[in-house]
């Protein structure tokens, strides 16, 4: 995702559930992205 090691796993008291929550919609940019430079490519 672009995020440094730990950036959300390493919170202390912060379940799966909550470290999902943190996240939210942050890989979207990164998949986007990446997807289109693929395209663009061929």
């Known amino acids: 995702m672009g995020l440094p090691a730990g950036w959300v796993t390493d919170v202390p008291g912060l379940g799966r559930k909550e470290?999902?929550?943190?996240?939210g919609n942050g890989v979207i940019p990164a998949q986007a992205y990446?997807?289109?430079?693929?395209l663009l490519q061929h």
């Open 34 to 38: 990446a997807a289109f430079h693929h």
């Open 19 to 23: 470290q999902l929550r943190a996240i």
